[in-house]
């Protein structure tokens, strides 16, 4: 197992390389010029200040160069200064990586609670109406997007309810009650898309699973079905439904953006909405690195719970 770890590890190196170059690339690339945005009107009639702000910011450099500074500040944990704020992008992302944690934390959660036993009830249940209700409510609900439930719940929230997001974010630790008065709703919408792929891929593998000899044994030797299900079925048909909730994690990082936008939380999405609007090129390489990251982790933690799932996986 630590032979295998070491290596995933080692070849994680290149990869995070690659993503680095082609976060930074990308930025560069964007329309616009952070300090004209700055400057606006004036930037013309003083280039002095321009050339001033961009050999401050070393926007005047060789792309190489900036580069290699920038990989070189990631390394000593320094992701930069934003061009806008003035403000360090690690303090401002230490108040807002918790809330899209958050968000996105509890979206899983309500999908994986909601997915995996309408999953296995609909397999248990197949072709009868619980297995045709299931299996059009996860037709509709991964047709229907997140920003639309957000914008209906919104809307239909005040007129029927009197109902709006509150201005004023609270952290969890500074009020649980608030926070989740405000999280909660767009956690649930966030998990309604991911539930519906997740109990639709749960029904097919139990299918599979409950087909297999060593299930019809179970029950002949007497064991009740809940025990043959729950037991015995589910823990082997699981094991691609991990690997699929692991590939939604880049799915939970873009619907964040959108939902933190939609419900006004100032977490990252929002950040990255409001840099990228704004060229603010430290700011949305820090985030998309960071979330870049979020994902080559889940990769490997994901392959790891195989072992724990089927002890029949091993890695040499």
């Not at 004023?168 to 919408?189: C, K, R, T, Y």
């Not at 019809?216 to 823990?235: M, N």
Request: hydrophobic share 50%; charged share 15%.
């Amino acid at each position: 197992m630590s032979t295998y770890v070491i290596r995933r590890l080692l070849l994680a190196v290149p990869t995070f390389i690659g993503i680095t170059i082609v976060v930074f690339g990308a930025v560069r690339f964007l329309p616009g010029d952070v300090v004209d945005q700055m400057l606006g009107d004036y930037g013309a009639l003083s280039p002095e200040l321009r050339q001033q702000l961009r050999e401050q910011y070393s926007l005047n450099e060789s792309i190489p160069k900036q580069y290699v500074e920038w990989v070189g500040r990631i390394a000593r944990g320094d992701l930069g200064t934003s061009i806008v704020s003035g403000r360090e992008v690690v303090s401002e992302l230490k108040t807002r990586v918790p809330a899209t944690v958050e968000l996105g934390v509890l979206g899983l959660l309500c999908s994986i609670a909601v997915a995996i036993p309408v999953g296995v009830i609909s397999a248990v249940k197949q072709d009868t109406l619980v297995d045709a209700v299931a299996r059009s409510g996860a037709i509709i609900f991964l047709s229907v997007p997140s920003f639309w439930l957000g914008l209906l719940t919104i809307t239909y929230g005040f007129q029927w309810f009197g109902w709006a997001p509150p201005i004023q974010f609270h952290q969890f630790w500074e009020s649980p009650s608030e926070n989740l008065g405000i999280v909660v709703i767009p956690a649930v919408i966030l998990g309604t898309g991911l539930a519906a792929t997740t109990m639709r891929l749960t029904r097919s593998t139990m299918l599979e699973v409950l087909r297999e000899d060593y299930i019809r044994t179970a029950r002949a030797k007497g064991l009740r079905d809940r025990a043959v299900i729950w037991r015995h079925a589910l823990r082997n048909a699981v094991i691609p439904v991990i690997t699929a909730i692991g590939l939604q994690i880049p799915v939970i990082i873009g619907g964040t953006v959108i939902l933190e936008r939609i419900f006004s939380i100032p977490g990252m999405g929002s950040y990255l909405l409001t840099s990228l609007s704004l060229r603010d090129y430290p700011v949305v390489q820090a985030i998309v690195l960071l979330s870049a990251t979020v994902v080559l982790v889940t990769n490997l933690v994901v392959d790891l719970s195989y072992t724990l799932l089927d002890p029949r996986v091993s890695y040499k």
